[in-house]
């Protein structure tokens, strides 16, 4: 099943809003975006994507960890169908929150689930980077 993303949601306005922050190299606009998305949420799927979001722009690998996991525990609680293609990106994100933090046997396992995963990401630009990252990522701990 194929869910489609509503435009007009405010938390995927705030996020469309901060990716084009980002791109046009205003970091710290991109990261008061992202924390209206968080802000704005109405339901876990909607806390799940804007912290995936607020998450990139953490300055300490603590901070960022925090996010991350807050980001897996959100979609959890998410309907199944909204989250299914998210699962090996959040796993990826946090195993690198736990690698940049040394904890090597925390990144394995969630690298593991993120390739786990693999078969619920979309395939096209998305499905490329995420499975590029999850290679990479396994390449790192063998």
Known sequence: MSVSVDPENPVVE??????QAE???K???ARE???AAWNARTNAYEGCVAAHYVARHETRPEDGLHWNQIALDLARESS???VRGFYSSLHLNLG???ETLGNRELA???YDLAETHLAGV???PYGDIVRGGVKAALARMA
């Open 122 to 124: 979309p395939d096209g």
């Open 108 to 110: 394995r396992q969630n």
């Open 33 to 35: 975006l992202f924390l």
């Open 14 to 19: 705030f996020c469309a809003a901060g990716m």
């Open 27 to 29: 970091p710290e606009a």
């Open 23 to 25: 791109a046009d190299g």
């Open 80 to 82: 199944g169908d909204l």
């Open 96 to 98: 690198r929150s736990h």
